[in-house]
Nanobody, 125 residues
Framework: VQLQASGGGSVQAGGSLKLSCTSS????????VGWFRQAPGKEREFVAA????????LYRDSVKGRFTIYSDNARKTVYLQMNSLKPEDMAAYYC???????????????????WGQGTQVTVSS
């Protein structure tokens, strides 16, 4: 099973994008789905995650108040609404699933699974 991220694009600083994460097979893990990003030459970093079982959401500090993660269980999709985008948000964005609640809480890419191809977000100043 792989998760597929989509919705990336090019925007000017201050603009908005909404990313979507869908599953190619089974439903999402109830423990959580996370968004990560990776810029050229940098490590993959945590952006946000949502626990589908509890509704708990996690964000990295730099995106709090600008990004919102939420799920649509009927559409089997997890979204990342990104507002007030900054050039430093530019990266390839990926979604992945957490196999346990502990993994969900770690915010660590190494503890998430089902990675698929990412979607590129470009922000121009």
């Amino acid at each position: 099973v792989q998760l597929q991220a989509s919705g990336g694009g090019s925007v000017q600083a201050g603009g908005s994008l909404k990313l979507s994460c869908t599953s190619s097979g089974r439903t999402f893990s109830k423990y959580g789905v996370g968004w990560f990003r990776q810029a050229p030459g940098k490590e993959r970093e945590f952006v946000a995650a949502v626990s589908l079982g509890t509704g708990v959401t996690l964000y990295r500090d730099s995106v709090k108040g600008r990004f919102t993660i939420y799920s649509d269980n009927a559409r089997k999709t997890v979204y990342l609404q990104m507002n007030s985008l900054k050039p430093e948000d530019m990266a390839a964005y990926y979604c992945a699933s957490a196999g346990t609640y502990y993994n969900f809480m770690t915010r660590s890419a190494g503890q998430y699974d089902d990675w698929g191809q990412g979607t590129q977000v470009t922000v121009s100043s």
